[in-house]
């Protein structure tokens, strides 16, 4: 299974941005899907995470601000970011897992990510 991130960028205060993850290769199919994020100097932490089902989970931090979303038939999944802030900084990545439908984890498979930088 591959994953390619896309939307990341630099963007100001109070912006958006939209992310975008698809995923290809040899799979029956993916259940749950998550985002995570890392800044520099930082672990890496769940942002947000959908079942299959369309169950969703959020990070207390992005509650309000973000939106995650998928869609089955295409295998891709988003991630709206409004009222970004500064300390969203951080490099996103895409996760997938193929043998339980939780979002708690673990997934097996990951992104290369994508960079997400809000200048204050």
């Known amino acids: 299974v591959q994953l390619v991130e896309s939307g990341g960028g630099l963007v100001q205060a109070g912006g958006s941005l939209r992310l975008s993850c698809v995923a290809s290769?040899?799979?029956?199919?993916?259940?749950?899907m998550a985002w995570y994020r890392q800044a520099p100097g930082k672990v890496r932490e769940l942002v947000a995470a959908?079942?299959?089902?369309?169950?969703?989970d959020y990070a207390d931090s992005v509650k309000g601000r973000f939106t995650i979303s998928r869609d089955n038939a295409k295998n891709t999944m988003s991630l709206q970011m409004n009222s970004l802030k500064p300390e969203d900084t951080a490099k996103y990545y895409c996760?997938?897992?193929?043998?339980?439908?939780?979002?708690?984890?673990?997934?097996?498979?990951w992104g290369q990510g994508t960079q997400v930088t809000v200048s204050s």
């Open positions: 996760a997938a897992r193929g043998d339980r439908d939780l979002t708690a984890g673990p997934y097996d498979y």
């Open positions: 959908i079942s299959r089902g369309g169950s969703t």
């Open positions: 290769g040899s799979f029956f199919r993916l259940n749950a």
